[in-house]
């Protein structure tokens, strides 16, 4: 239940953009808020971004506002994070988690499944 495979990570500078992926696979019934969160090295977990299922509405944390979108196919199969004016701050561990409650949350408690997560790195 509830497998998840991120992809696209990769090293960029400053100012570029990644695109990354995440394969959604035994979702549990009923779960309707996806999210990204990333860890940078040293650093606890940090919220990121979530997508409403239902009907593709983002939510973004402050720091990746305007700047990043979550987005989903319509299949539902696959949830995405474009990420355009990359800055060093920017650099992690991206994972994708859902949330097991039924609304937006940041904390990662919040969510129960994981995959296994992509690096970015962002660096001149």
């Known amino acids: 239940q509830g497998q998840f495979v991120e992809s696209g990570g990769d090293s960029v500078e400053p100012g570029g953009s990644l695109r990354l992926s995440c394969e959604v696979s035994g979702l549990p019934a009923g779960r309707r808020f996806m999210s990204w969160f990333r860890q940078a090295p040293g650093k606890s977990r940090e919220y990121v971004a979530t997508?409403?299922?239902?009907?593709?509405?983002?939510y973004y944390s402050a720091s990746v506002r305007d700047r990043f979108t979550i987005s989903q196919d319509n299949a539902k199969r696959m949830v995405y994070l474009q990420m355009d004016n990359l800055k060093p701050e920017d650099t992690g561990m991206y994972y994708c988690?859902?949330?097991?409650?039924?609304?937006?949350?940041?904390?990662?408690?919040?969510?129960?499944?994981w995959g296994q997560g992509t690096q970015v790195t962002v660096s001149s």
């Open positions: 988690a859902v949330a097991h409650v039924d609304y937006s949350s940041s904390q990662s408690a919040d969510h129960d499944y």
């Open positions: 997508i409403l299922r239902d009907s593709g509405w983002g």
